[in-house]
């Protein structure tokens, strides 16, 4: 864990399969933590496809932050940033993946079930963010 302030949470894992476990694992409890368990399975569903994302494209260290509303009605924040500089990442327009495709439903998925999402580029990089309401 890089950084631990109160409402904000930081991990980095190396590029390899393995991150896609840890990350889930570390924001579900993390979620736990700050009683938004409601959050976890759809949290920890748009974390796996990011950072999958971030493996198949990038060579370096993957980071996955968590930042905790500040007030009820909030969302909670969620980042996946990555090395690599590419062109930022938008879900094709009208793309449907096949039934048989092993690809492609990822950034739809975040698109579709956040309340809000977007991309921005870094120092070094490149982060996916995306915001998830609060229930209620």
Known sequence: ?????????????????????DAR????????????????DLAVLLVSELVTNSLRYASGPICVSLVRPSR?????LVEVSDPL?????????????????????GLGLVASTSSRWGTRPGSSGKTVWFELALPG
């Open 85 to 105: 500089p590419a062109a930022l990442p938008k879900p094709p327009p009208g793309h449907q993946a096949d039934v048989d495709d092993e690809g492609g439903r």
């Open 1 to 21: 864990m890089l950084d631990t302030k109160a409402d904000r949470v930081e991990w980095s894992f190396p590029a390899d399969p393995g991150a896609v476990r």
């Open 25 to 40: 694992a570390r924001v579900r409890r993390q979620l736990r933590a700050w009683d938004l368990e409601p959050l976890g």
């Open 72 to 76: 009820p009605s909030g969302a909670l």
